[in-house]
């Protein structure tokens, strides 16, 4: 119960790998405010965790990340009902696959509004809160495919590499607050196997076999590393990129 009672929000918490990373804080007894566009569902899954014995408590916070007003707003009334944020897991984001011949700046700028100017806008607006409070941790979920590249993700990973790039030079700022900032890579979590055509099994298969750890990923595999960024445990690590993917990428 390393991060018992601390507040923390998790963009795009209410479906995917957010849904994980809510439910492993809730465990662990975070306030956890789980803060999607789609406030509906993240109602939804609040009362859920609420009413399923969590040792935290979750909060719904409808909001959308590339609005510097309803970020604003958001922060403010997470502020309202607990007084403070400890914590915040950047890790709201889309990854549409297109040609690069095919993006076009329409398609380049929502990439890159939801996937990286949302990480600069709540970092921006919980700052304040945390310099106050003498401290705070900020995650920023990125992806290995920084280290590898893959064709058809061109906007996406260039989006994610700017990811890597804010974590670094925002810890160096920051730091003197008592504020850490890092970020997680995740690989490639499959869906459950009755949901993959027989193309993307095989395509799984082929990324296991470049794995040194030869087993598909699951979100357990994530939310572990990403409590360990949240806690104290981790409060002398700053301005660094753990990659949790099997072994595939190096850097």
């Given at each position: 119960?390393?991060?018992?009672?601390?507040?923390?929000?998790?963009?795009?918490?209410?479906?995917?790998l957010?849904?994980?990373?809510?439910?492993a804080?809730?465990?662990?007894?975070?306030?956890?405010?789980i803060a999607?566009?789609?406030?509906?569902?993240?109602?939804?899954?609040?009362?859920?965790?609420?009413?399923?014995?969590?040792?935290g408590?979750?909060?719904?916070c409808?909001?959308?990340?590339?609005?510097p007003?309803?970020?604003?707003?958001?922060v403010?009334?997470?502020?309202?009902?607990?007084?403070?944020?400890?914590?915040?897991?950047?890790?709201?984001?889309?990854?549409?696959?297109?040609?690069?011949?095919?993006?076009?700046?329409?398609?380049?700028?929502?990439?890159?509004?939801?996937?990286?100017?949302?990480?600069?806008?709540?970092?921006?607006?919980?700052?304040?809160?945390?310099?106050?409070?003498?401290?705070?941790?900020?995650?920023?979920?990125?992806?290995?495919?920084?280290?590898?590249?893959?064709?058809?993700?061109?906007?996406?990973?260039?989006?994610?590499?700017?990811?890597?790039?804010?974590?670094?030079?925002?810890a160096?700022?920051?730091?003197?607050?008592?504020?850490?900032?890092?970020?997680?890579?995740?690989?490639a979590?499959?869906?459950?196997?009755?949901?993959?055509?027989?193309?993307?099994?095989?395509?799984?298969?082929s990324?296991?076999?470049?794995?040194?750890?030869?087993?598909?990923?699951?979100?357990?595999?994530?939310?572990?590393?990403?409590?360990?960024?949240?806690?104290?445990?981790?409060?002398?690590?700053?301005?660094?990129?753990?990659?949790?993917?099997?072994?595939?990428?190096f850097?």
């Amino acid at each position: 119960m390393r991060i018992e009672d601390r507040v923390v929000i998790v963009t795009g918490g209410a479906s995917g790998l957010g849904r994980h990373y809510c439910r492993a804080l809730a465990d662990e007894g975070a306030r956890v405010v789980i803060a999607d566009l789609k406030g509906e569902n993240a109602a939804d899954f609040a009362e859920e965790l609420n009413s399923t014995g969590s040792h935290g408590r979750a909060l719904a916070c409808a909001v959308d990340v590339t609005s510097p007003e309803g970020v604003d707003a958001a922060v403010a009334e997470v502020v309202d009902a607990f007084g403070t944020i400890d914590v915040v897991i950047n890790n709201a984001g889309i990854y549409p696959h297109q040609p690069f011949e095919d993006i076009d700046l329409e398609s380049w700028r929502a990439v890159m509004s939801v996937n990286l100017d949302s990480i600069f806008l709540v970092s921006r607006s919980v700052l304040p809160i945390m310099r106050e409070h003498g401290g705070g941790k900020i995650v920023n979920v990125a992806t290995n495919l920084v280290w590898v590249g893959l064709a058809g993700m061109v906007h996406y990973i260039a989006a994610k590499s700017g990811v890597i790039g804010f974590t670094r030079a925002l810890a160096r700022e920051v730091g003197p607050y008592g504020i850490t900032v890092n970020a997680l890579a995740p690989g490639a979590v499959p869906p459950p196997l009755d949901r993959l055509s027989p193309a993307s099994r095989t395509s799984m298969d082929s990324i296991i076999e470049y794995q040194c750890v030869r087993r598909p990923e699951q979100p357990e595999d994530l939310a572990k590393v990403l409590l360990f960024l949240a806690s104290p445990d981790s409060d002398f690590m700053s301005g660094q990129v753990v990659t949790v993917d099997g072994g595939l990428a190096f850097h």
